[in-house]
């Protein structure tokens, strides 16, 4: 349910507009990582060890979840999902087994690759399916330092 809730609160954003997917564009409200961390049933960096086969992924488009204070959130547009396995090197909150299965769902996905390395933060869906995309903070982990001060509790930097 919690999910269901933070698609619909997803697809009311007015958010300006973000290219996620040649073609196509995604909206996605800019959270910051305690809210992302607050919303998300897991977050954790781990390396992709295989990117599955493109397949439908009905609860995408379908579900939403707002953000803190009621704010909403970000917009992924229904579409398909790609299943990923990434070998988890570290966890924040979801406490992972070695791998987890992710899908990199809807119409912004982060575009996964095969040996790279990804901060994630996920929602399980009503499915028991970790769920995440390129408008949840997910992103390469080279990328991603001011995520990783904030979550290891250090004030993030400028403040």
């Known amino acids: 349910m919690r999910y269901f809730a933070w698609m619909v609160g ?9 290219p996620c997917v040649p073609g196509t564009f995604c909206k996605c409200g800019i959270l910051t990582v305690q809210e992302e961390l607050a919303r998300s049933d897991a977050v954790f960096t781990g390396q ?3 990117v599955g086969a493109l397949a439908d992924d009905p609860a995408v488009g379908a579900h939403a979840q707002t953000a803190a204070g009621g704010a909403v959130a970000a917009v992924a547009p229904p579409g398909p999902a790609w299943p990923v396995t990434l070998r988890v090197s ?8 070695d791998s987890v299965t992710v899908l990199d769902a809807g119409g912004c996905p982060v575009g996964f690759q095969q040996g790279d390395s ?3 933060y996920a929602i399980r869906g009503d499915d028991g399916v970790l ?3 390129f408008c949840m903070r997910t992103r390469l982990l080279s990328t991603v330092a001011e ?5 290891d509790g250090m004030p993030p930097a400028g403040r």
Do not use: N, Q
Request: glycine share 10%.
């Open 10 to 18: 997803l697809m009311l954003s007015g958010t300006a507009a973000a």
């Open 48 to 50: 992709v060890l295989r």
């Open 90 to 97: 570290r966890a924040w909150k979801g406490g992972h087994p």
């Open 118 to 120: 990804y901060l994630v």
């Open 131 to 133: 769920h995440t995309s």
């Open 147 to 151: 995520d990783l001060r904030v979550l």
